[in-house]
C-alpha cells in the first residue's frame, strides 16, 4: 500500500488565544491584549501528523469563532475516512460545503500538505510545484500608535538585518504619518518602506492623503480605500506614480481577475487566509503575472505555524516577488506555538526543507493557551 493510500483517522482543534506585546492598529480596525488562531491537527491511520493553522481577523476575513465551527462542524465529514491522495478533492468540496471561512479552509489544506509530506518524506514545496528560492525578504510592519515603541522596534530590526519595513496608515491624521516617514527617510534611509492604509482613508480624503504619501516614494501604497471601492482604487492607481497594491479587494483567483480587468492595482498581497488555502493563493499570483501585476507575501495576525505555510507556498511560487511579512512569531507575539523558532536569519525567511512543514507546533503550547477545543 502507497503512503498515500492512508486513511484519516482524527481532526484535533484547539482555539488560541496568544498574547501579544502591544497594541497595533492597522487601519479600519486593531489588536490590543491577544490575537485568536485556530489550530488543526490531523492523524493519518499509520500515526503520522499534520497540522494547520487559520488566522482571522474580524475586520478583514473573518472571526476565529467561525473558523473553528467551519472546521469541527462541516469540514471534518469531508476529512474523516478520506486518504491522503484525495488531498484536491477533499479541498474541492470544502471549497463548497461552507461558504467563505477562507482562513478554516487554508488550515484544512496546510495540514493535509504537512501530513502528506511527513508521510511521504518530501517538504511541502515540493508538493506545490517545486521550490524557487532558498530564503525570502521579510519586512515587518510600523502599527504602535505609540511611535516611541516603534522607533525601538526599528533599531532592533536594524540590528537584525531587516532591510524593509510596512508603514501602517491611515488610523489617524496626515501629520502622524507624515512624522513617521520623515522619521524613517532621516534615520533609516537605507529601508524599503512601503504604505498599507488597510482601507483606513474615507472617500473624500483618499485622493489627498495617497498623494501626499506618494510624495515620500514608498515602493508601494497598499489598499488606502474600502475592499468594495474598486473604481476608486483605480481612480488613485491612475493619480499617483507610485505602485498602488491591492490587499483586501483581492481574496482569491475570482477577485484578481476582476481587478485586473478593471485596472485597480499594479500589484497584490497574496494571502493563503484570503485564497481559501495554499493551492489557490499561487493560482492568484499566477494570474496577477500574467497581467503583468506584482505580488507580495502577506500575512494575517499569525502565529508560526501559519507563517511556514505561507513560507511554503512562496517557496514554491516565483511570481511573488516583493518578500514576505511573516514577523509575528518573532517581532509581535509574547511566545510563540512552535517547537523551534520560526526561521529567520539576517532579515529573510529561510525555506525549511526537511519534510512537511519543516516546523510543528508544541502541544503542550496547544493545550496551555486554548480557549476552546474539540
Ligand atoms: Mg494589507
Given at each position: 500500500m502507497s503512503e498515500l493510500d492512508q486513511t484519516i483517522t482524527a481532526m484535533d482543534l484547539w482555539c488560541l488565544a496568544l498574547p501579544v506585546v502591544s497594541r497595533r492598529d492597522h487601519g479600519i480596525g486593531s489588536v490590543e491584549g491577544a490575537c485568536e488562531v485556530v489550530v488543526l491537527r490531523l492523524t493519518a491511520e499509520g500515526g503520522t501528523q499534520g497540522f494547520g493553522e487559520a488566522s482571522p481577523w474580524s475586520v478583514f476575513t473573518g472571526t476565529p469563532e467561525a473558523s473553528f465551527a467551519a472546521l469541527d462542524r462541516y469540514l471534518r465529514p469531508l476529512v474523516l475516512?478520506?486518504?491522503?491522495?484525495e488531498r484536491a478533492a477533499i479541498m474541492d468540496e470544502a471549497r463548497y460545503a461552507v461558504a467563505h471561512c477562507t482562513e478554516a479552509k487554508a488550515a484544512l489544506e496546510t495540514a493535509l500538505l504537512d501530513l502528506t509530506g511527513r508521510a511521504t518524506g518530501v517538504p511541502v514545496h515540493a508538493l506545490l510545484g517545486?521550490?524557487?528560492?532558498?530564503a525570502i525578504p521579510l519586512s515587518c510592519s510600523i502599527a504602535n500608535p505609540d511611535f516611541s515603541s516603534d522607533i525601538r522596534l526599528l533599531e532592533q530590526l536594524a540590528a537584525d538585518g531587516v532591510g524593509i519595513v510596512k508603514l501602517k496608515a491611515g488610523?489617524?491624521?496626515h501629520a502622524f504619518d507624515q512624522m513617521r516617514l520623515e522619521h524613517l527617510a532621516q534615520h533609516h534611509p537605507s529601508l524599503d518602506v512601503r504604505v498599507d492604509f488597510?482601507?483606513?482613508?474615507?472617500i473624500e480624503e483618499a485622493p489627498d492623503r495617497v498623494r501626499r504619501v506618494a510624495g515620500f516614494g514608498p515602493t508601494f501604497i497598499e489598499q488606502?480605500?474600502?475592499?468594495?471601492?474598486f473604481a476608486l482604487m483605480a481612480q488613485l492607481r491612475a493619480a499617483v506614480d507610485v505602485p498602488l497594491l491591492a490587499d483586501e479587494s483581492v481574496f482569491g483567483p475570482e477577485d484578481m481577475t476582476r481587478a485586473a480587468a478593471e485596472g485597480i492595482c499594479d500589484g497584490v498581497s497574496i494571502k493563503i487566509m484570503k485564497a481559501g488555502g495554499l493551492n489557490r493563493a499561487q493560482t492568484t499570483a499566477r494570474i496577477a503575472a500574467a497581467h503583468g501585476l506584482s505580488a507580495y507575501g502577506g500575512d494575517m495576525f499569525e502565529a508560526g505555524l501559519a507563517h511556514l505555510a505561507g513560507t511554503q507556498m512562496i517557496a514554491a511560487?516565483?511570481?511573488?516577488?516583493?518578500?514576505?511579512?511573516?514577523?509575528q512569531a518573532k517581532y509581535?507575539?509574547?511566545?510563540?506555538?512552535?517547537?523551534?523558532?520560526f526561521p529567520i536569519h539576517d532579515g529573510q525567511v529561510v525555506v525549511p526543507d526537511s519534510p512537511g512543514l519543516g516546523g510543528r507546533p508544541d502541544v503542550d503550547k496547544l493545550d496551555h493557551y486554548a480557549k476552546v477545543r474539540a
Open positions: 475516512g478520506r486518504r491522503l491522495v517545486g521550490k524557487c528560492r532558498d488610523f489617524r491624521e488597510n482601507q483606513g482613508l474615507s488606502p480605500v474600502r475592499a468594495h471601492h511560487t516565483p511570481e511573488i516577488t516583493l518578500g514576505c511579512e511573516f514577523y509581535y507575539l509574547t511566545e510563540d506555538i512552535l517547537e523551534e523558532p
